[in-house]
């Protein structure tokens, strides 16, 4: 199948740092995303990973094995609007060309405290 | 830009009626897609379109839900008869491209069947 782990829940203090871990089945892999969602609101792009190695933008990276399945997301500098889900979806070859659809894995919710 | 645009926001019906979401994609994009959220099941692709054509229903739960997409700038999701099941918080995506990095995400609609 293509499962996704991720945790379901992690909590954090302001101004630390998080690191939010993503395992995923290899075969096939074509790219993985991080997605980073608030309660009531729509899922928004955070990053995208397709070659081993780590992505920064600001205060967030991103970091992916493919060999191991394997990727994180961390979150320095904790501010208390970083509570929130943060979604890990995997993008798998399709047999039949085209596209290659997303898919997600359950989420982490994120709580910070002061 | 407008980013995707959905309709209605909110939705209540009662067990039996019929339901139908409305989507916008963003101008330009070429692949828009309908997912549902549930606390139980996450986020999960219904169905997505390539230049207005159904690619991969798979995820479709059963025969009372169907989309369709009669141009580039509009598609909707019916549900006919919709069941308390159904209730969940229906996003619409939308992104261009076979390589693109990201999906822009519609801000939802919630449904509640009663």
């Known amino acids: 199948g293509q499962n996704i782990d991720q945790p379901t829940e992690m909590t954090a203090t302001e101004g630390a740092i998080v690191q939010i871990n993503c395992t995923y089945q290899t075969s096939g892999f074509n790219g993985l995303f991080w997605y980073q969602q608030h309660a009531g609101e729509a899922p928004t792009f955070l990053s995208y990973n397709v070659l081993d190695g780590l992505e920064e933008k600001g205060r967030f990276s991103s970091f992916l094995s493919r060999s191991k399945g394997y990727s994180y997301l961390l979150l320095k500098e904790l501010q208390m609007k970083d509570s929130a889900s943060y979604l890990c979806a995997v993008r798998w070859v399709d047999i039949s060309g085209g596209y290659n659809k997303l898919i997600f894995g359950a989420g982490t919710r994120l709580a910070v405290h002061p | 830009d407008a980013g995707v645009i959905q309709s209605p926001r909110h939705e209540v019906t009662e067990m039996g009626q019929e339901v139908t979401l409305r989507c916008k994609p963003i101008?330009?994009?070429?692949?828009l897609f309908w997912y549902r959220q549930t606390m139980m099941r996450g986020l999960e692709l219904l169905i997505y379109f390539n230049n207005n054509v159904p690619i991969d229903d798979s995820g479709m739960p059963e025969d009372r839900f169907s989309a369709k997409m009669p141009n580039a700038s509009f598609s909707t999701l019916k549900i006919q008869p919709s069941e308390p099941r159904d209730s969940a918080v229906y996003f619409c995506?939308?992104?261009?491209?076979?390589?693109?990095?990201?999906?822009?995400f519609g801000p939802g609609t919630r449904l509640l069947v009663l």
């Open positions: 995506a939308s992104t261009y491209g076979v390589a693109q990095e990201t999906q822009y």
């Open positions: 101008s330009g994009h070429d692949y």
